[in-house]
T-cell receptor, first 113, second 113 residues
Framework: AQKVTQAQTEISVVEKEDVTLDCVYE???????LFWYKQPPSGELVFLIR??????QNEISGRYSWNFQKSTSSFNFTITASQVVDSAVYFC??????????FGTGTSLTVIP | DTGVSQNPRHKITKRGQNVTFRCDPI?????LYWYRQTLGQGPEFLTY????????KSRLLSDRFSAERPKGSFSTLEIQRTEQGDSAMYLC???????????FGSGTRLTVV
């Protein structure tokens, strides 16, 4: 069975603080892909990153970084020096077929100016 | 290309009525997906098409739901005899078969009163 858990329902931070969004997944497949999507108030899910199960290298893109650890089945997302524009709901997702995605319940991030 | 387009953006309907939503994917994308997102939850997979063929359907897609993609371009999702539990955001996504990431539309928010 595939399952993604985002235990943090809501997080509030003050602008310029760092924040980490947690994602824990369950799968029996050895080949799978993990994603993070951002959903601003407009509703459209915006792709942020994709990692495959064979690549555990951490990735940094500007203020965003991702920590993938197969040993703990986690794929955490850190925003450094948060900005008000980062306020959104963030979803972690898992797929092994590339067709059906399993999304977590999302973490609502509010960045307070 | 302007991305994935969904119409209407909002739909309010009375219980028992039929509704139809339309999705126009990115033109070169051969795969098209429908997801449903209820308040406070992540998107849940409903069905997907490769070109005009509907290849997978979730058990969430009851017999009141039908999706079509007649010419392998746009798709429609129809809900017959709507129920209050059908109130949700219906998201469409598309991708090229070789790409593991979706591009999502902004969704159609359905409210059944």
């Amino acid at each position: 069975a595939q399952k993604v858990t985002q235990a943090q329902t809501e997080i509030s931070v003050v602008e310029k603080e760092d924040v980490t969004l947690d994602c824990v997944y369950e799968t029996r497949d050895t080949t799978y892909y993990l994603f993070w999507y951002k959903q601003p108030p407009s509703g459209e899910l915006v792709f942020l990153i994709r990692r495959n199960s064979f690549d555990e290298q951490n990735e940094i893109s500007g203020r965003y970084s991702w920590n993938f650890q197969k040993s703990t089945s986690s794929f955490n997302f850190t925003i450094t020096a948060s900005q008000v524009v980062d306020s959104a709901v963030y979803f972690c997702a898992l797929t092994y077929t590339g067709n059906q995605f399993y999304f977590g319940t999302g973490t609502s991030l509010t960045v307070i100016p | 290309d302007t991305g994935v387009s969904q119409n209407p953006r909002h739909k309010i309907t009375k219980r028992g009525q039929n509704v139809t939503f339309r999705c126009d994917p990115i033109s070169e994308h051969n795969r098209l997906y429908w997801y449903r997102q209820t308040l406070g939850q992540g998107p849940e997979f409903l069905t997907y098409f490769q070109n005009e063929a509907q290849l997978e359907k979730s058990r969430l897609l009851s017999d009141r739901f039908s999706a079509e993609r007649p010419k392998g371009s746009f798709s429609t999702l129809e809900i017959q005899r709507t129920e209050q539990g059908d109130s949700a955001m219906y998201l469409c996504a598309s991708k090229d078969g070789m790409d593991y990431g979706y591009t999502f539309g902004s969704g159609t928010r359905l409210t059944v009163v």
